[in-house]
């Protein structure tokens, strides 16, 4: 079974900076692209960023320049580095293969709010 284990969230203000990792099986890891997606309150889940099995990377026009995507081959894990947050950038945060499959971890909440 496919395990996606989200952390790092937290509370932080307007401008500060929080990294999440995501702990994914490695039967998956070493197969798909990784990606991050996010849900705010009383919106759909959509595709922040991914990054191919080589490191090459895409992000949403929303935090390009901003959001960091990153990953550790040999520990299965993939990094999502955010800079300078901002309210809208609300949400929980969950990691999947890209495409997505259908199994979701647990997510990890990012509020943004002073």
């Known amino acids: 079974q496919v395990q996606l284990v989200e952390s790092g969230g937290g509370l932080v203000q307007p401008g500060g900076s929080l990294r999440l990792s995501c702990a994914a099986s490695g039967s998956i890891f070493s197969i798909y692209a990784m990606a991050w997606y996010r849900q705010a309150p009383e919106k759909q889940r959509e595709l922040v960023a991914f990054?191919?099995?080589?490191?090459?990377?895409t992000y949403a026009d929303s935090v390009k320049g901003r959001f960091t995507i990153s990953r550790d081959n040999a520990k299965n894990t993939v990094f999502l580095q955010m800079n300078s947050l901002k309210p809208e950038n609300t949400a929980v945060y969950y990691c999947?293969?890209?495409?997505?499959?259908?199994?979701w971890g647990q997510g990890s909440q990012v509020t943004v709010s002073s």
């Open positions: 990054i191919t099995r080589g490191g090459v990377t």
């Open positions: 999947n293969t890209f495409p997505e499959r259908p199994s």
